[in-house]
């Protein structure tokens, strides 16, 4: 038997961790570390220090190198093909590393159900025995760097994709959008007018980085600060909230 634990570790701070995921690590036979290439070695590197932090026992860590995903017009086909390829190291690592059985842990960046396939790829394994360990996401890290509430009083909320914004605007159903996954900042096709923006990268790391304001004056610096610190980092990982004023 194979048990997988999906422990959410928030974003990358330590101290997101649940004590619930602290437990989840320490009970684990192995944990999997995925590498993703020279310019992301900030991440491995963050996954490595929270298992220093909070292992006290020995736990094997074995870290593997991420496939890439293609780059092709059909982006729903070209996330399958990955999926498929991830499930394949997944279960080449527990056959070398867990050959009797036992628990794996896979550290999932935010929450392993919010915008993370982690579930969609396990259920490519036969057999698995899963638990999910919820973490901090980014989106209430967002709202927490801001001091503001995720959702207008009575409101609703809407969580999309910059792909999805880009392709077919503002959604109808919702004065406040949360988008995630945005390379291309989407914010920027839409009509400015009436609407405030925040904006926050590398949430609860060190060099965190927070802009709000109207989105009219607000999104050309957005645009050219996350360009800078996507620069100096070599990647970046970053979230915003849009909302429609009333009245």
């Given at each position: 038997m194979i048990r997988l634990s999906l422990i959410g570790i928030g974003t990358g701070n330590p101290d997101h961790l649940t004590l619930a995921a602290?437990?989840?690590?320490?009970?684990?036979?192995?944990?999997?570390?995925?590498?993703?290439?020279?310019?992301?070695?900030?991440?491995?590197?963050?996954?490595?220090?929270?298992?220093?932090?909070?292992?006290?026992?020995?736990?094997?860590?074995?870290?593997?190198?991420?496939?890439?995903?293609?780059?092709?017009?059909?982006?729903?086909?070209?996330?399958?093909?990955?999926h498929d390829a991830i499930a394949g190291l997944w279960m080449e690592q527990i056959r070398q590393h867990l050959p009797d059985g036992g628990t794996l842990a896979?550290?999932?960046?935010g929450d392993p159900s919010l915008y993370d396939s982690s579930l969609r790829i396990?259920?490519?394994?036969?057999?698995?025995d899963i638990s999910v360990i919820p973490g901090i996401t980014s989106m209430q890290a967002l709202t927490a760097?801001?001091?503001?509430?995720?959702?207008?009083?009575?409101?609703?909320?809407?969580?999309?994709?910059?792909?999805?914004?880009?392709?077919?605007?503002?959604?109808?159903?919702?004065?406040?959008?949360?988008?995630?996954?945005?390379?291309?900042c989407a914010f920027q096709t839409l009509k400015p007018e009436g609407i405030d923006i925040w904006w926050g990268a590398y949430l609860g790391m060190p060099h965190q980085a927070l802009c709000h304001g109207p989105l009219s004056s607000t999104g050309a610096r957005i645009v050219a600060q996350r360009a800078m610190l996507r620069e100096e980092h070599g990647w970046i990982m970053d979230i915003y909230l849009l909302r429609r004023r009333s009245g």
């Open positions: 602290i437990r989840a690590m320490n009970d684990a036979d192995l944990i999997l570390l995925p590498r993703k290439g020279d310019a992301k070695s900030d991440l491995i590197d963050l996954r490595r220090t929270i298992c220093a932090q909070v292992l006290d026992r020995p736990v094997s860590i074995v870290e593997f190198d991420m496939p890439t995903r293609a780059d092709q017009p059909a982006y729903v086909d070209a996330v399958l093909d990955w896979l550290l999932v960046w396990a259920a490519r394994l036969p057999g698995l760097a801001h001091a503001i509430c995720l959702n207008d009083l009575a409101e609703p909320v809407l969580i999309t994709t910059g792909r999805r914004l880009r392709e077919q605007g503002w959604p109808a159903c919702a004065s406040t959008i949360v988008v995630m996954l945005d390379g291309g």
